[in-house]
T-cell receptor, first 114, second 109 residues
Framework: DTGVSQDPRHKITKRGQNVTFRCDPI?????LYWYRQTLGQGPEFLTY????????KSRLLSDRFSAERPKGSFSTLEIQRTEQGDSAMYLC????????????FGSGTQLSVL | DAKTTQPNSMESNEEEPVHLPCNHS???????IHWYRQLPSQGPEYVIH???SNVNNRMASLAIAEDRKSSTLILHRATLRDAAVYYCIPIWVDDKIIFGKGTRLHILP
């Protein structure tokens, strides 16, 4: 069991630059979730996939954010024209799918926008 | 919309039991109550879940009130490695978890 892996662990970027994060879920998991977490807060839902289909995207999410899951395997989260308010921990999770299934989280990517 | 209430923080001595409370006064009759925890610099990890009966696993026990308006996560013998933020999650919106702020548990050596 290799778990959910995220890359990179840390990313420092300048305001206005684009960044992309990668998530590799547990291999047999159909569902993949992205969350964002700022200091002192619980994780905030961003979007999730069932295989390659993006089922939901948070209405609070800016159009600068886009996520893909080609072929239903790994996923990428891209942030265009980063802003200082995008600084956060970006967490990926996967599950077998459906309500009540356990989510397995990666260790996250810490983004700092200068 | 169900409201979830947890204390912001709690302290406990090492090797003593810890009872982490959660109030979920308007939970529906079919919603499972999940608990996750988040260790420092890690993503959240599943701890336990239950519907009506008390549940036990190797990590913890979950005691659910008869009216299901509250639950308690029990760590039987806390260690320093149990210091984490504990999230009580009685609500799944569609197929996704909505996290609150949780309870930050401090373990005193």
């Amino acid at each position: 069991d290799t778990g959910v892996s995220q890359d990179p662990r840390h990313k420092i970027t300048k305001r206005g630059q684009n960044v992309t994060f990668r998530c590799d879920p547990i291999s047999e998991h159909n569902r993949l979730y992205w969350y964002r977490q700022t200091l002192g807060q619980g994780p905030e839902f961003l979007t999730y996939f069932q295989n390659e289909a993006q089922l939901e995207k948070s209405r609070l999410l800016s159009d600068r954010f886009s996520a893909e899951r080609p072929k239903g395997s790994f996923s990428t989260l891209e942030i265009q024209r980063t802003e200082q308010g995008d600084s956060a921990m970006y967490l990926c999770a996967s599950s077998l799918g459906g309500k009540w299934e356990k989510l397995f989280f990666g260790s996250g990517t810490q983004l700092s926008v200068l | 919309d169900a409201k979830t209430t947890q204390p912001n923080s709690m302290e406990s001595n090492e090797e003593e039991p810890v009872h982490l409370p959660c109030n979920h006064s308007t939970i529906s009759g079919t919603d499972y109550i999940h608990w996750y925890r988040q260790l420092p610099s890690q993503g959240p990890e599943y701890v336990i879940h239950g519907l009506t009966s008390n549940v036990n696993n190797r990590m913890a026990s979950l005691a659910i009130a008869e009216d299901r308006k509250s639950s308690t996560l029990i760590l039987h013998r806390a260690t320093l490695r149990d210091a984490a933020v504990y999230y009580c999650i009685p609500i799944w919106v569609d197929d996704k978890i909505i996290f609150g702020k949780g309870t930050r548990l401090h373990i005193l050596p």
